[in-house]
């Protein structure tokens, strides 16, 4: 175990110091300053010379400036001879724009993952990709944890009397589902239209939520928007109760307000990215103990599929 090394950006310190704690390996030095005209500089303070090096920063706001970070430092670190540098991005950014949506705009997951790997990664580790195919566009391994790891026990010891499992929309199908098999429940799904970027308009729930305990999932919470409204519409259909989970707590714009005075009565997140702010609605889980098992697992050459074998 002593042959690798623990890297933080500027972007979620306290997730590597937690990482750091799980692992009982101290995180490495590195000086990570800016120029007065916003420039990022960084020197790694310590001999990486031939080891294994983990770097813990995830590209979430300020997006450009963080991705940015993790570019330099991985730089710095292929200068100074170190053997492998895995990139562990909790959330990755711009995973959004993953396929052209509408003529002439980019597919700026591609174009990241290419600025990744050109930099030097060797390896990405990140949890929920916006979309799994995003793995295509490195040609390095690419680990994609399953945040239902964090949610579902969570979920199970909260002894719900009548649980059933909601899509907020049909392209997250495929991920209540998987919860729904992992929990033995049924699955229903918010039927919406979206008018523009950021705005839902939630249609009609398919399925019966009648005296329900809902338990809605998704990939990401943004501004808040399609969870809220889709929370509304399942209480208005008969719903007892509403709780969230979202491993990535992007919560931008009027998400905060849109969560407090809406019909969500707990929303479950994960520390991929740090809260802006408390809120008595928000419980944080934490991925630091499985971001740690897996870096300990990659070392070590041990399977990480066997993980998710809940």
């Not at 799980?22 to 031939?50: C, H, M, W």
């Not at 990139?87 to 711009?94: C, L, S």
């Not at 930099?119 to 040609?139: E, K, P, W, Y």
């Not at 033995?184 to 249609?203: F, P, T």
């Amino acid at each position: 175990m002593g042959d690798y090394m623990i890297f933080s950006g500027t972007a979620n310190p306290k997730l590597a110091e937690e990482i750091s704690d799980y692992l009982e390996v101290p995180l490495s030095k590195a000086t990570i300053n800016r120029f007065s005209d916003g420039e990022i500089n960084i020197q790694i303070a310590e001999s990486v010379r031939g080891k294994d090096v983990y770097i813990i920063q995830p590209t979430s706001a300020p997006a450009n400036a963080n991705l940015m970070e993790l570019l330099i430092m991985v730089d710095a670190l292929k200068r100074s001879s170190a053997r492998s540098i895995t990139a562990v991005i909790p959330y990755y950014g711009y995973a959004r724009q993953d396929r052209k949506a509408a003529p002439r705009v980019p597919i700026s997951a591609k174009l990241v993952a290419d600025m990744i790997e050109v930099a030097g990664v060797t390896r990405v580790v990140t949890i929920d990709l916006h979309a799994s195919q995003i793995q295509g566009f490195f040609n390095i391994p690419v680990d994609n944890l399953y945040g239902a790891a964090l949610f579902i026990e969570h979920i199970r010891n909260k002894d719900l009397k009548n649980p059933i499992i909601a899509s907020p929309d049909i392209g997250g199908v495929a991920r209540a589902r998987y919860f729904a098999q992992r929990l033995g429940l049924d699955m229903v799904i918010v039927d919406k239209r979206r008018q523009k970027a950021n705005e839902a308009e939630v249609m009609n729930i398919i399925g019966n939520v009648e005296g329900k305990d809902v338990i809605l999932i998704d990939d990401m919470i943004d501004t808040a928007g399609t969870m809220v409204k889709g929370a509304r519409a399942l209480k208005e259909n008969g719903a007892t109760s509403v709780m969230a989970c979202c491993t990535h707590p992007v919560l931008s714009g009027p998400a905060y307000e849109r969560i407090n005075s809406g019909a969500i009565d707990e929303l479950l997140v994960s520390n991929t990215i740090p809260l802006k702010e408390p809120s008595p609605k928000i419980k944080v889980l934490s991925t630091a103990n499985l971001l740690g098992e897996v870096i300990r697992r990659i070392n070590n050459n041990e399977s990480v599929n066997s993980l998710f074998n809940l």
